[in-house]
């Protein structure tokens, strides 16, 4: 059964520094998106992405993201210079249609 | 001001028993309905989804959705302790991208 996949499983990096999330979505998906779940909290909406432009974001989304779909698999996250409030689980999905999401497993990611 | 709640339990059920899970929605315009079942350090599952007023079965799980009280329901028949997760429940607006996730029902079930 197809997948989403995520790496790396873990990335722990420092305060100010540059990390990129890396996913490949389900193969015949177009829709794709980023959460993320702080811990012991709800899962939120990052941002969509349709037709190789962002389609929507969440007021989380802000200067310091951007995502990219640099080929014709990878859907890319990344985080310009990480703060200790982005300390949080990832998670890519994808969409054929966008209504039903799939997820993948997620990347931890730790601030320090 | 909260779009999806959920009692977030946690919820003990014994074996064999229903287990029903419950969730409303804020926001009229919202269109399809969604849950997901998240095991304890993974990702959310989805397990079901729901766009018209009444049931709909799949195997041991039932969703039920009353638009007109905002209220969609998951129950799952013949619990299993492998049934045991935090069950969320999600909404998509109509025209909207984003899911927008309840905080989860945390459900045990007792052998």
């Known amino acids: 059964e197809p997948e989403v996949t995520q790496t790396p499983s873990h990335q722990v990096t420092q305060m100010g520094q540059e990390v990129i999330l890396r996913c490949v979505p389900i193969?015949?998906?177009?829709?794709f998106y980023w959460y993320r779940q702080i811990l012991g909290q709800k899962v939120e909406f990052l941002v969509s992405?349709?037709?190789?432009?962002?389609?929507?974001k969440s007021e989380i989304f802000d200067d310091q993201f951007s995502v990219e779909r640099p080929d014709g698999s990878n859907f890319t996250l990344k985080i310009r210079s990480t703060k200790l409030e982005d300390s949080a689980m990832y998670f890519c999905?994808?969409?054929?249609?966008?209504?039903?999401?799939?997820f993948g497993p997620g990347t931890r990611l730790t601030v320090l | 001001q909260k779009e999806v709640e959920q009692n977030s339990g946690p919820l003990s059920v014994p074996e064999g028993a229903i287990a029903s899970l419950n969730c409303t929605y804020s926001?009229?315009?919202?269109?399809?309905f969604f849950w997901y079942r998240q095991y304890s350090g993974k990702s959310p599952e989805l397990i079901m989804s729901?766009?018209?007023?009444g049931d709909k079965e799949d195997g041991r799980f039932t969703a039920q959705l009353n638009k007109a009280s905002q209220y969609v329901s998951l129950l799952i028949r013949d619990s299993q302790p492998s049934d045991s997760a935090t069950y969320l429940c999600?909404?998509?607006?109509?025209?909207?991208?984003?899911?927008?996730f309840g905080q989860g029902t945390r459900l045990t079930i007792n052998p």
């Open positions: 999905a994808s969409s054929a249609g966008g209504d039903e999401q799939f």
């Open positions: 193969s015949n998906h177009l829709y």
């Open positions: 992405f349709y037709n190789n432009e962002i389609s929507e």
């Open positions: 926001d009229r315009v919202s269109q399809s």
């Open positions: 729901i766009y018209s007023n």
């Open positions: 999600a909404v998509l607006l109509q025209g909207a991208q984003k899911l927008v």
